[in-house]
């Protein structure tokens, strides 16, 4: 799909967030600027979290947001090295119940089969390519 403003890529993200059951795992890959924040507040937004809360967590590495039907655990790698990553223990986090939403997940070495990736390309300023794999 292809989205022509941060507010539609936050609803691509609120719709996915329908689909998703407790446990589930969504890996987002994407280029600085691509919309992977954009997309996680739309998912916080989907689980009935609030998504005003919802910043790039670069610095804090996990965030938490609470208050919908899932607790939604929002992680950005981009800052680590692989035995940083290894030392979050992000297989506890998934186990934990809530859905766990991945920025940079490619740097993640250990990640699971079994998880719904989301593709964002900024094509140009307004508008982003939103590959979805479920």
Same mark, same amino acid.
Not at 16 to 29: F, I, S, T, W
Not at 31 to 56: C, H, I, Q
Not at 104 to 129: C, F, H, I, K, M
């Given at each position: 799909?292809?989205?022509?403003?941060?507010?539609?890529t936050?609803?691509? +993200?609120?719709? $996915?967030?329908?689909?998703? +059951?407790?446990?589930?795992?969504?890996?987002?890959?994407?280029?600085?600027?691509?919309?992977?924040?954009?997309?996680?507040?739309?998912?916080?937004?989907?689980? +009935?979290?609030?998504?005003?809360?919802?910043?790039?967590?670069?610095?804090?590495?996990?965030?938490?947001?609470r208050?919908?039907?899932?607790?939604?655990?929002?992680?950005?790698?981009?800052?680590?090295?692989?035995?940083?990553?290894?030392?979050l +223990?992000?297989d506890?986090?998934?186990?934990?119940g809530?859905?766990?939403?991945?920025?940079?997940?490619?740097?993640w070495g250990?990640?699971?089969?079994?998880?719904?990736?989301?593709? $964002?390309?900024?094509?140009?300023?307004?508008?982003?390519?939103?590959?979805?794999?479920?």
């Amino acid at each position: 799909m292809i989205t022509t403003s941060e507010g539609e890529t936050e609803q691509a +993200g609120e719709a $996915l967030a329908q689909r998703l +059951g407790a446990g589930a795992l969504v890996l987002l890959y994407g280029d600085l600027g691509a919309g992977k924040t954009a997309f996680v507040r739309g998912l916080a937004r989907g689980l +009935g979290a609030s998504a005003d809360e919802v910043s790039s967590p670069t610095f804090t590495i996990i965030q938490e947001y609470r208050g919908g039907r899932a607790t939604l655990y929002h992680v950005d790698l981009y800052r680590l090295s692989p035995p940083e990553i290894e030392d979050l +223990g992000l297989d506890d986090l998934i186990e934990s119940g809530g859905i766990v939403a991945i920025e940079w997940a490619d740097r993640w070495g250990g990640r699971p089969t079994a998880a719904v990736e989301a593709q $964002l390309e900024r094509v140009d300023d307004n508008r982003r390519r939103i590959r979805v794999h479920e």
